[in-house]
């Protein structure tokens, strides 16, 4: 972990949603320094699907050493951040560092967006970080430190990125083009630079996506906090930057980042597989898979997944195939399941046998174009989950 140096004493940093998340860890970064802290966020009640509102994160600031100030913001309402604003700057007298961490998700294909959600990325992710740093740079302007911070991805314009959630990457996009903007505008005056993880990171929000064990496969806030902090100790002349999580930790001499790996240790253990014959030919790869993937199943994963997979397989031993995740037990099998399919999912039969064995990072699969993506993407990402417990045993 990267160690406090005190530089954010008396400091205040104004950070949109950090009730929770990347935006509370960031936030408790900066209290260990005691610095005051904006916690600029929607949550004012508890909700049971995502814990934390701004009152227990201004404990758990003021429990670290810092002091906290929290407001009930929604960022789509301009005015609801003119008031944080004049809040913050009446109580602690200005402000050093803007954080825009707000964000919207939905990773869905353009006819699978309803143009609610896509009105409620563009105006939380990119319309809300220009408006709160609009109400915010008049102040730091006058701050030694000045620095903004965007949690948003490079710009990068290789379609890929944008081919299977066009309308989530533009909003990301925005928050990254205010980055490019502002840094110029204001060169000399401000910094304004980009943060974004090399990796997934754990939230709330993210086992909401992918649902119980999800975070088996993820890192630490701590490791957005560090790097955050790493931005900040930086002149205003470090501007403009697109910043990767780890490159940055690495430049400050941090080697090991299995201090911030999260252990699978909350997936539902898969049934020992009895040994197996020899693998059938090539041409069998697929049927051969998908019966080491029934012999695998057990009622704790059905129970934990709950969702039925079609997948559509081009090529040799190819066609219509099912994983029913839904009935008592599991259950596979050539041809379409007996249930609407919550997700489909389309490619060749080579890549599927080297999803399923570990060759081939559905991930990777997925945003090269290998793998197509129809249905719930909630459920998709939990099937991924499963064939990281099964990469072993194909």
């Known amino acids: 972990m990267l160690p406090n140096t005190g530089r954010l004493a008396g400091c205040t ?11 509370k860890a960031i936030a408790l970064k900066a209290a260990k ?42 960022v789509r309402d301009e005015q609801q951040i003119s008031n944080a604003v004049e809040k913050a700057v009446e109580r602690f007298g200005g402000i050093d560092i803007l954080v825009n961490n707000a964000s919207a998700i939905s990773l869905t294909n353009t006819l699978e967006t309803p143009t609610k959600r896509v009105d409620l990325m563009m105006n939380v992710n990119t319309r809300g970080t220009f408006l709160t740093s609009k109400a915010c740079i008049p102040y730091l302007k006058k701050s030694k430190i000045a620095h903004i911070l965007n949690l948003s991805p490079p710009l990068n314009l290789n379609p890929l990125w944008f081919k299977q959630h066009c309308a989530y990457t533009i909003a990301k996009y925005g928050m990254s083009m205010c980055v490019l903007g502002m840094a110029e505008e204001f060169k000399g005056e ?5 943060l974004w993880p090399k990796t997934a990171i754990h939230t709330a929000a993210m086992d909401m996506l ?5 975070e088996s496969q993820c890192r630490k806030v701590d490791i957005i906090a560090d790097a955050a902090y790493s931005i900040f100790k930086k002149p205003k002349t470090f501007t403009g930057n697109f910043i990767i999580d780890e490159n940055i930790l690495r430049e400050e001499g941090i080697k090991n980042f299995d201090i911030y790996a999260i252990k699978p240790d909350a997936v539902p253990e898969l049934k020992e597989k009895k040994s197996q014959p020899p693998p ?21 994963v059905v129970k934990a997944t709950q969702a039925i997979y079609q997948f559509e397989l081009s090529g040799e031993d190819g066609g219509t195939w099912f994983l029913d995740l839904k009935s008592k037990g599991g259950n596979v099998g050539y041809g379409e399941p ?3 399919a919550d997700v489909v999912m389309s490619m060749s039969t080579e890549d599927f046998v080297k999803m399923f064995s570990g060759k081939l990072k559905p991930t990777m699969a997925f ?9 719930n993407m909630t459920l998709a990402i939990r099937l991924e989950k499963l064939m990281n417990q099964m990469n072993a045993r194909l």
């Open 210 to 214: 992918g649902g119980s064990g999800i």
């Open 190 to 194: 401000i910094a304004v630079n980009a």
């Open 13 to 23: 940093v104004f950070i949109t949603g950090a009730s929770r998340g990347i935006g």
């Open 33 to 74: 320094d005691g610095a005051n802290i904006v916690i600029a966020a929607k949550t004012t009640h508890v909700n049971p699907k995502l814990p934390g509102t701004i009152f227990t994160a201004a404990e758990e600031i003021e429990a670290a050493g810092g002091k906290a100030l929290p407001c009930a913001v929604d």
């Open 280 to 300: 059938k030919p090539r041409s069998g790869a697929v049927a051969e898979t998908f019966r080491i993937v029934k012999d695998s199943l057990s009622d704790d």
């Open 338 to 340: 007996s249930d609407q």
């Open 367 to 375: 945003m090269s174009g290998k793998l197509k993506i129809k249905g």
